[in-house]
């Protein structure tokens, strides 16, 4: 797929703030892969990705590892299309079946 991964952990210390890491990975240009749900409700990181211009993608649900992997990669061809045609920041949520939905306050 020619896909670029990095994990959190490997680029930042644990506890560190959403905000900070939402900031410099939008910077980069990077989409952010979160099982965080919550993550658009919390005032400060909604800040965050608005001012950053985060492209953020949300995995909900109670999927396995396998699962999760598979709603990705059949959501892809979507996540590249949906990059090429809207302004940042683009925030949606990833079904299990790879299709893209629109976050409340993000639409």
């Known amino acids: 797929m020619g896909l670029e991964v990095h994990l959190s952990r ?10 900070v890491w939402l900031r410099e990975v939008a910077s980069k240009g990077w989409v952010i892969l979160t099982k965080d749900g919550k993550i658009s409700r919390r005032l400060t990181e909604v800040e965050a990705i608005r001012s950053a211009g985060a492209n953020v993608l949300v995995l909900g649900g109670t999927l396995n590892r396998t699962q999760l992997r598979d709603a990705v990669v059949a959501a892809i061809p979507r996540i590249e299309r ?11 949520r990833i079904t299990p079946d790879g299709h893209l939905e629109p976050i409340e306050g993000f639409a």
């Open 82 to 92: 949906a990059l090429a045609k809207q302004k940042r920041p683009l925030v949606r």
């Open 10 to 19: 490997d680029l930042y210390p644990p506890l560190t703030p959403d905000v």
